[in-house]
Structures are given as structure tokens and as C-alpha cells.
């Protein structure tokens, strides 16, 4: 959540899974407002995965910039261009599951 704040990641929710589905714990939506911005916020969070955490997570649609999926095991993180979350509007399908934004 520090680095998808320090990267200037907007619209930050966090939902809690536990209980709810068994692909992860945790699931984390937020907005890049390009797809430049999406990649990078996305190569930055795997980096910082790897080196304080020593996690090789998982992603995929990097090189495309509209959606980027990263999947740590425990926590499944989206980086969306702003027009892509709303058409595919995941906090909607996961409001059940005691999604909360973050300030």
C-alpha cells in the first residue's frame, strides 16, 4: 500500500478476502492515469517486492499499460488506466467481501 501511495497510485482500495475466496487474502484495486504510469507503478511495486520482501511475484499486462495484475499468493494487486476500472468495475463485484477505500 506505501509504494502504491509513494507512486502516486490513485483511488486505493484495499479488500479484505479472508473467508470470502480462496485466490488470496487480500485484494488491492487502485488507478494509474496513463498507462506509462500504470507500468511504472507496477515495475516499481515488484521491485520493492523483491528487494524488502524477497518476493518474485507474478504479473501480468505490463507491457500493455491498461490493466496490470500482480499476484503475490496472499494479496492480488490491480493497477488500472482509470477507464479500464471503471468498465470492468471489480469493487463492485467484491463490495460483499468488505471492500474500504483508502485515504
Known sequence: MTSLDDDKAEDITSIDLRGKSAMADH????????TRQVSAIAQKLL????????????????????????DTGDVVVHIFRPEVREFYQLEKMWQDAGGKPVA
Open 27 to 34: 485484494m488491492i484495486i487502485c488507478s494509474g492515469r496513463s
Open 47 to 70: 521491485d520493492r517486492l523483491k528487494e524488502v520482501f524477497r518476493l518474485s511475484a507474478r504479473s501480468e499486462g505490463k507491457e500493455v499499460g491498461d490493466w496490470v495484475l500482480i
